[in-house]
């Protein structure tokens, strides 16, 4: 396509054009974004953008439908608009997980913000707040940081796993109390699969993080909809207007979902082994030891547990450690050390949920376990048992379970072979020693130079090295994040991906990293907790995952408490087979992981004969069965589950439109950006790339630009629908590497070009457009084939609610006929030709200027339109939260006149005086209690109807618009 200045100036306001609604809105956050489309994820991003006077939605999806990227794409298009003050607070474990999401998929620059990064960014003379990134915080560092937060108008709050703060609106959660108040004023998004777990009164929690106006108080909330009677379908509707939640069952048209298939690997330890694991037992159901710290004596029995199932050197090294311990034991009182646990945990990488756990522990045995006088004698026999476990289990070698994993690689090999997978296995372990020891024996059997370790440090000689070559293959290509906590990951994934075969992870790799290319898991070590093995699984079985997934697990057959608790997680949680895994309904059982393994931890360490593991579990499992049962899905599937019979032809629509209205986008980009930089890059338009010759200074254009402004030669690859995928490539020339960049719209030179062609001159000329050699018909164009006529375009910004931008176009032929603002947009889809200047006649002149006028108020009169569309929405929100509160005040007056009632019939069944005096005196005091309740009802009312007055009126006043114009340019047109 053939442009002129006219055609570059045009686009480049359309292309960054702040729109209100529909499809056009999410144009740049759509186009930037290096992911796939998936209609359900366009329909939430455009429901949490609805209105200008929503303070906030709910995101429920079920669980893998993609609530990160719904939150994203939301994040990226605040981003393009220039809203920068982006905050998402969610669980610590998922921090990373949010950055690189970010980072990868939506090139948003994102910074992980806790005490030591804040604490150095102050140190360097910053405002860690002011970053201009999306800040990510873990909900307890978010409420340690509530008083700075408040200080700032943040554009969005992002609260990721929002249910655990449900309970934000009791005085006794002290987080979910200080996220509220600190984003009370803030537009919110919560992203949750479980809104609603034990009580309705849940959702009214979740309510106040987002506006406490959207209900009354918990007392109304309570009568109205948590008490006998009440209307589910009036609380629906409530519901609809802030909470949206798609069902995995609507979206299987657009996603093809794999089956997980489960292997167990049954291994018989030797007697020696087993004899080992009975001693090392024995000794950890001691109610009195010295080796386990007071303070956190079932954490750190647990991890005992874990590290003995695990591998004979992870438990001689942790041995070790508690003797160690104990022959540091000077004095006469036990010494505890309340870092002693932590650091197990840190060597170890056991999952980080632990860790949480900590302090509540110690601070319970604080009370309970006073500083005790150590018996010598006792000392130093655990030291001595300590010192004969640990060299027993040295002595063992390789174990069963060792040899066994070559079987259990073979078996799942041998299944990636037969469904088509690549020769990939995951391997997780919760041991830092177990791996390293794994690595070792399998390199000595077959696997040299095939396997990568991941964990939490990752900073060994050989991740050292695969990182060093990760950062000089992609010096030149943007693809480094500054971090190379960040970076290593990446590179190590990469290095699995095409070199590697076997990659054995700690939990570190449970969460934020993306492994679709893998279809083997192995459960060397299993989890007690639930939540945890569905994450694992989930980073191989997941959207994008195109073969079934095997899920190994190995299972001691002389451990009875080993057997049921596989059982328990298999066909309980369904953790293990079918197309979805763990559903959120059933994970959504178990409140904290942790508990639960704290559970099955007291019955390893109570239980002495199989028949008693087998009634414990029997109880726990009747439990967890009487918990599922009693979830309230008939109340969840009433409020959120909509099967309207329109669903899969509305997404299709939306799809086909997001994916259209991209098509447009993607390629006025490509033109305008071979317009502008025609002198500067030779462009290959069958890739969508192009040879930056020379660097071009972007100074100014771009926050991102790492390189104080400028952009270096090479080449780029304009991000496309077909080709949303990671740009890092390289070309051969000359024998020379040259890396190619990912272009878009918010990469500096995207910006720079955009920019320029916004300032670029365009005096009046006659544009000749082509129509005949266009590749698709255009008859509206078509119709003005040999006509000639003026146009001119106008820029109108208008500020109500929101900024809204429009380009109008006003023109007539020169017979006098007006042209419609879409055969005009069409036009300019046409190639033109520059034909020399042009006077503009001043009737003309008078002519357009009159038509844009007309064409301006048109659009600000349907701009008002909508914003009091939006107006009276909002009205009726504050309407029913008065009539809530209100109601509130009259059900507590209605509850005093039944008690009042209630006492006067006892008084008249009253036998002798004392009792007679002693029901009056109650009278007395509800009867003065009514009085004040019947006036606090007229104050209330009072009170609420002028605070209701006052809201409705700070939106009236925000209403008032106010409107700028801009002439951008005027020219005489033709068509041939």
């Not at 999806?61 to 969610?90: H, M, N, P, S």
């Not at 004979?312 to 870092?339: F, G, H, M």
């Not at 041998?414 to 997780?428: C, D, I, P, S």
């Not at 009159?850 to 009169?861: D, N, P």
């Amino acid at each position: 396509m053939i442009l002129t200045p006219h055609h570059a100036k045009y686009f480049a306001h359309d292309l960054t054009r702040r729109a209100t609604s529909g499809m056009d809105r999410l144009s740049m956050s759509l186009f930037d974004a290096a992911v796939d489309l998936n209609p359900h994820q366009i329909e939430a991003a455009l429901f949490a953008l609805q209105s200008p006077l929503s303070k906030g939605v709910i995101l429920a999806d079920e669980v893998g439908l993609g609530k990160t990227i719904e939150a994203g794409i939301v994040l990226c298009q605040f981003w393009a608009e220039r809203k920068r003050r982006l905050l998402v607070i969610c669980p610590a474990s998922l921090r990373k997980q949010w950055a690189m999401e970010l980072q990868e998929k939506f090139n948003l620059p994102a910074r992980v913000l806790d005490a030591k990064a804040y604490r150095e960014s102050q140190r360097g003379g910053g405002a860690p707040l002011s970053e201009k990134a999306v800040l990510i915080l873990s909900l307890n560092y978010a409420n340690a940081l509530r008083e700075e937060l408040k200080t700032f108008a943040w554009d969005l709050v992002v609260i990721d796993e929002a249910h655990k703060l449900r309970n934000a609106y009791r005085p006794s959660n002290k987080v979910g109390q200080g996220i509220r108040w600190a984003t009370e004023d803030c537009r919110k998004l919560l992203l949750t699969a479980t809104p609603l777990q034990n009580s309705l009164l849940e959702l009214y929690g979740l309510s106040t993080l987002i506006d406490e106006h959207l209900f009354g108080d918990l007392n109304s909330f309570r009568s109205q909809y948590a008490s006998a009677g009440s209307s589910v379908s009036e609380l629906r509707q409530r519901l609809s207007g802030f909470c949206k939640r798609t069902l995995r069952n609507q979206v299987t048209e657009y996603i093809r979902y794999t089956e997980r298939r489960p292997i167990t690997r049954p291994f018989t330890p030797s007697d020696d082994e087993h004899a080992l694991y009975e001693a090392v037992s024995g000794f950890l159901q001691r109610e009195d030891s010295y080796a386990l710290p007071t303070r956190q004596r079932h954490l750190t029995a647990l991890i005992l547990r874990k590290l003995l199932a695990s591998s004979s050197p992870a438990i001689a090294a942790t041995l070790d450690t508690l003797r160690t311990r104990l022959e540091k034991l000077s004095d006469d009182k036990v010494a505890d050390d309340p870092e002693f646990t932590e650091g197990l945990i840190d060597s170890e990488e056991i999952e980080d949920d632990l860790l949480d756990e900590i302090l509540g522990e110690s601070a319970d045995a604080d009370a309970e376990n006073p500083p005790h006088t150590i018996d010598r004698q006792k000392l130093r026999e655990e030291i001595e048992i300590l010192q004969r476990l640990a060299n027993w289990a040295r002595s063992i070698g390789t174990d069963t379970k060792t040899r066994t994993l070559l079987t259990a690689l073979d078996i799942g090999f041998e299944q990636m072979t037969a469904n088509g997978a690549a020769r990939k296995a995951l391997l997780f372990t919760e041991s830092r020693r177990t791996q390293e020891y794994l690595k070792t024996f399998l390199e000595s059997h077959g696997y040299r130079g095939q396997v990568v370790l991941f964990n939490g440090n990752n900073s060994g000689p050989e991740a050292n090295a695969i990182y060093q070559r990760w950062v000089e293959k992609s010096r030149d290509s943007g693809r480094s994040s500054a971090s190379r906590a960040v970076d290593v990951r990446t590179a190590l994934i990469e290095h699995f991906r095409d070199e590697g075969t076997i990659l054995i992870a700690t939990e570190a790799a449970s969460e934020g990293i993306n492994l679709q290319f893998c279809s083997l898991v192995i459960n060397y070590d299993l989890p007690w907790n639930p939540q945890r093995i569905e994450q694992r699984i989930g980073r191989c079985h997941r959207y994008g995952q195109k073969h079934d997934v095997v899920v190994i697990n190995f299972l001691n057959e002389r451990n009875e408490a080993d057997r049921r608790v596989l059982a328990l997680l298999g066909e309980k949680f369904n953790l293990f087979n079918g197309v979805f895994g763990a559903s959120d309904e059933v994970l959504g059982t178990i409140e904290s992981g942790v508990d639960f393994e704290k559970r099955i931890l007291a019955i390893y360490q109570r239980c002495r004969t199989p028949q008693e593991i087998d009634a414990a579990f029997r109880t726990l499992q009747e439990e967890m069965d009487e918990q599922i049962r009693t979830r309230m899905d008939d109340t969840r599937r009433t409020l959120f589950e909509h099967f309207d019979e329109d669903v899969h032809h509305r997404l299709r629509l939306q799809l086909d439109d997001a994916k259209a209205q991209l098509d447009r986008f993607g390629q006025r980009f490509w033109s305008l950006t071979r317009f502008m930089l025609d002198a500067r890059a030779s462009f290959d338009d069958g890739a969508l790339a192009f040879e930056l010759l020379e660097s071009v200074q972007c100074s100014g254009f771009s926050v991102q630009s790492g390189s104080g402004g400028t952009v270096h030669p090479g080449r780029y690859h304009l991000i496309s629908k077909n080709q949303r995928r990671s740009a890092q490539a390289a070309d051969e020339d000359d024998g020379e590497a040259r890396c190619q960049y990912l272009y878009r719209l918010s990469h500096p030179l995207g910006e720079y070009v955009v920019e320029s062609a916004k300032a670029i001159a365009t005096p009046p000329v006659r544009i000749v457009f082509d129509v005949s050699h266009h590749p698709t018909r255009i008859h509206a164009v078509e119709a003005l084939r040999g006509k000639r006529g003026f146009l001119t375009l106008t820029r109108l910004v208008v500020e109500s609610y929101e900024r809204e931008e429009y380009l109008l176009f006003s023109g007539l032929a020169d017979g006098g006929a007006s042209l419609d603002q879409e055969t005009m947009e069409k036009l300019f889809g046409c190639s033109g030709r520059l034909q020399g200047d042009e006077e503009i006649p001043a009737s003309v002149q008078q002519r357009l200027g009159a038509e844009a006028e007309r064409h301006a108020k048109a659009t600000i009169s349907r701009s008002l339109e909508q914003n009091n569309v939006h107006f009276h929405q909002a009205r009726e929100k504050l309407e029913k939260w008065a009539d809530d509160m209100v109601l509130s005040a009259e059900k507590a007056l209605a509850a005093t006149k039944e008690q009042i009632k209630a006492l006067r019939r006892q008084a008249r069944q009253a036998v002798t005086l004392e009792e007679q005096h002693e029901i009056q005196q109650h009278l007395q005091k509800l009867e003065k209690q009514q009085r004040r309740q019947r006036q606090d009802i007229f104050k209330a009312e009072d009170e609420i109807m002028e605070k209701r007055d006052s809201l409705i009126e700070s939106l009236e006043r925000r209403l008032a618009q106010r409107s700028v114009t801009e002439a951008l340019f005027t020219i005489r047109w033709g068509v041939e």
